[in-house]
């Protein structure tokens, strides 16, 4: 069969996606938005690994602890900037064109970023006591629920940054992007306290201060974008601003290089987020808003439009269940011992190009899991009485499983 005959249903599908897409569909920001939703499962694909201990059990473990030099990859693939950005920017225009009440346009966003959570983290329940039962040690589950809970405190602050949507708008429309700057002001403070002279009488609790600001201050950026509130200029002082100030944090104020943290560090730059990450943030959003109108125009190829569209219908299960597709890539392999890329130390070069050929396999796992696992993000579709019941039942179990769950892998079980 030829190379033609193969990729004609390919480029039928495209076309087909392409023509179904209304004409006012911002194209730009959805691929802004698929970007940053791919970038997640590769940054955690390349920058975690594991180590086995004496009874096969895996370990989380970092290439960053070793090979100190790729921590400018981080810089690429921390995007949760540009993710913040575009969700404020469609927050603004949804809830400019509601037909409901602010209450009822904040309830259906949360149930369909809440479905796929439960979804998760409810089978995760039912399949550890089986994994266990199958050999499998608990150290190589309790890694495992660790990992797949991580991501999910997304879910959780980005719930609480929509809520404020109509609060963001106000202020757009009245300061412009400068509504952000107070957010940037108030993780400054924080931060000099806990990093400064005074650090040492600064109560650890302190930096829980900065994670609404910190994760709010691209939001509201999207917000005023949205409200036509940033045009080029304001992109391009973020840009350089941006830039200029995360130069500054590293070289003059010695943060740490790394956007994500490193196992033994002192300090991390994103749990909470500190000033480096709003810098970059800052500056990934006025690189966004400048290359928005070059982008729509390559996005208007079928071929290039069709993967976003598949990217952004599966964005909650793309968030949810690409740890999943590594671990069952890696448990499997803990049994043959060490294989490298999957269970050998991430201390070497040698490690990051056996991971970087791990990563398809990693990828096609996760399509095959989403493709019964996307149910958890689709609209239920039962009668009212009866089915209102059973979804009312479904969700208390699959709730008291993911909290039983969440203590697990927080050790609390």
């Known amino acids: 069969m030829s190379a033609s005959a193969v990729l004609a249903p390919l480029r039928e599908a495209a076309e087909r996606i392409d023509r179904r897409t209304p004409a006012h569909r911002d194209r730009a920001v ?21 180590t086995l201990d004496a009874d096969g059990g895996l370990h989380n473990a970092s290439p960053l602890s070793s090979l100190g030099a790729l921590a400018p990859a981080g810089w690429v693939l921390q995007m949760l900037g540009v993710f913040f950005l ?36 409810a089978v995760w329940a039912l399949a550890a006591p089986l994994l ?89 950026l999207g917000v005023a974008w949205g409200e036509r509130r940033i045009g080029r200029r304001g992109a391009w002082l973020l840009l350089a601003g941006g830039a200029l100030l995360f130069a500054a944090l590293l070289v003059v104020f010695h943060y740490p290089a790394s956007m994500v943290g490193v196992p033994g560090a002192a300090r991390t730059n994103s749990h909470p987020p500190s000033l480096l990450v709003l810098a970059l943030a800052a500056a990934q959003s006025g690189a ?11 996005l208007g190829r079928p071929a290039l439009w069709a993967p976003v569209v598949v990217i952004n219908l599966s964005a909650m299960t793309i968030l949810c269940w690409h740890q999943t597709a590594m671990l069952a890539a890696a448990v499997p392999a803990s049994f043959a011992g060490g294989v490298a890329g999957l269970t050998t130390a991430p201390d070497s070069l040698g490690w990051i190009a056996a991971r970087v050929a791990w990563m398809p396999v990693f990828a096609v796992l996760l399509a095959g899991i989403a493709r019964y696992a996307r149910r958890f993000e689709l609209p239920p579709v039962e009668g009212r009485r009866a089915g209102a019941v059973r979804r009312t039942v479904r969700g208390a179990v699959a709730g008291l499983l993911a909290v039983g769950f969440g203590a697990f892998a927080l050790g609390l079980a």
């Not at 966004?288 to 390559?298: F, K, Q, W």
Request: net charge positive; with cysteine.
């Open 30 to 50: 959805d691929g802004l938005r698929a970007l940053a939703l791919l970038a997640v499962p590769t940054g955690h694909w390349l920058l975690g690994g594991f």
């Open 86 to 121: 575009v969700g404020g920017y469609a927050s603004a225009l949804s809830n400019r064109r509601r037909p409901g009440s602010a209450g009822a346009w904040l309830k259906g966003r949360v149930v369909r970023l809440g479905r796929p959570v439960l979804g998760v983290t």
């Open 132 to 220: 266990y039962l199958a050999g499998v040690p608990e150290a190589s589950l309790r890694t495992g629920a660790t990992l797949v809970v991580q991501p999910l405190w997304f879910v959780g602050v980005y719930v609480v940054v929509t809520a404020l949507t109509p609060y963001c708008v106000r202020a757009a429309r009245r300061l412009g992007g400068w509504a952000a700057a107070p957010l940037l002001a108030s993780v400054a403070v924080v931060d000099l306290l806990r990093y400064g002279p005074l650090a040492e009488s600064v109560p650890s609790w302190l930096s829980l201060l900065n994670i609404l600001p910190g994760w709010l201050f691209a939001y509201q």
């Open 288 to 298: 966004a808003i400048l290359l928005r109108d070059r982008l729509a125009r390559l």
